[in-house]
C-alpha cells in the first residue's frame, strides 16, 4: 500500500531514518489517515493535524507483527541518499527534458489574499 505524508509528518519520517541504523527493519503505523482510490490503488495519506506516526514502537501489536514475519533486525533497505537520484531542484526540474510525472515539496509560508496575483477562474471553458 503506498502512503504519501505531508508537512510535518515528512520531517518526522526522515529525521527517524536518518538516525537508524541502515539495515535495521523499521515498522510504520500510520493512525487517522485518509484512504483514496488511485489508478485501481488504495493509497492513504496524513489528515491535517490529526495523524499519528509510530515508528518502531514498542507496543504488543508491533512485536507480534516483527515475530509473524522474522524481522528482528537487519533487513535489506535502500538508503535515503541512493534515492536521490529522484530528487531535483526546480531548476533541475526546468533542464529535465523527459517526460513524466513530477512532484514538487514546498512548505507555504503565506497566503496573498488581495487577489494581486490571481484571477477568477471560469467554469464555462
Known sequence: MSCTLWGEYVDYLVNHLANTNEGDSVVIVV??????MF??????S???NVTKLIIN???????EF?????IQGRVERKSLK???QFF???????????????????RIIQFNCDR????IASNNC
Open 46 to 48: 496524513n489528515t491535517f
Open 88 to 106: 531535483k531542484t526546480i531548476d533541475g526540474l526546468h533542464a529535465t527534458e523527459e517526460a513524466g510525472n513530477y512532484y514538487v515539496c514546498a
Open 66 to 70: 516483527r515475530n509473524r514475519f522474522n
Open 82 to 84: 541512493a534515492q536521490s
Open 116 to 119: 494581486q496575483w490571481s484571477y
Open 31 to 36: 493512525q487517522i489517515c485518509r484512504p483514496k
Open 39 to 44: 489508478q485501481r490503488q488504495i493509497r492513504v
Open 57 to 63: 514502537g514498542d507496543t504488543l501489536e508491533i512485536n
